[in-house]
């Protein structure tokens, strides 16, 4: 696997960074990513691939299902460095679907840190069960709904942090994005449209 790992980088440099030599030249001289990713760790959802981007378009979190947490210092200081020295302007909280942290917010899970971590995103599994008794769900469709309803509530608690709140109060920035990734199509679904005249509010 490791050999194949640098087999693959050798090719990157031939077909990718020697050929457009100029722009990695200028991202090797600053970055200035124009998206904050948050995202799953799910080997799956590779940002950079599933939006065709190339290295230098995103600054990056992930975690065990694409949490914002109110007391993780990790997070915090990503978004204080993207919004206070990368000024970066969109904000992109992306679920997936067949993701394993939501299955485990559905069965429950005993692993002490991943049920202590999956607590912080309870309150959508309260969402879910409701829809899923309203609509007739079968499970499949309810962890669907669960990651989605839960793409909400991180983006509720992106929202309430300071940083954000405060820079919300001034203006429209950052504009905040939620998307559901399919990993049986690849394709994205937009949850929540964070552009001028597209927010919902949700
Ligand atoms: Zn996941």
């Known amino acids: 696997m490791i050999d194949h790992l640098l087999d693959g980088n050798r090719e990157f440099v031939t077909n990718e960074f020697q050929p457009h030599a100029a722009y990695y030249q200028s991202i090797a001289q600053r970055q200035a990513p124009r998206v904050l990713w ?26 065990v299902a694409n949490i914002v947490a109110f007391n993780d210092v990790n997070i915090a200081s990503i978004i204080e460095y993207a919004m206070v020295h990368l000024k970066i302007e969109d904000v992109i909280v992306c679920g997936h679907t067949r993701c394993g ?23 959508a599994k309260v969402v879910a069960d409701r829809l899923a008794t309203e609509k007739k769900l079968t499970r499949e469709q309810k962890l669907e709904v669960l990651a989605a309803e839960n793409v909400k ?50």
């Open 38 to 63: 948050i995202g799953c760790s799910d080997s799956r959802v590779s940002e950079d691939v599933i939006t065709g981007s190339r290295p230098g378009t995103m600054f990056v979190h992930r975690n």
């Open 101 to 123: 942290g939501i299955a485990a917010i559905e069965d429950g899970v005993h692993e002490n840190y991943i049920a202590d971590w999956l607590c912080i995103a309870s309150g």
């Open 153 to 202: 509530l991180q983006i509720k608690h992106l929202r309430s942090l300071a940083i954000i709140r405060n820079m919300r109060e001034k203006g429209p920035l950052p504009r905040i994005h939620g998307w559901l990734y399919r990993v049986e199509t690849g394709k994205v679904d937009v949850l929540i449209d964070g552009r001028e005249g597209h927010e919902t509010g949700t």
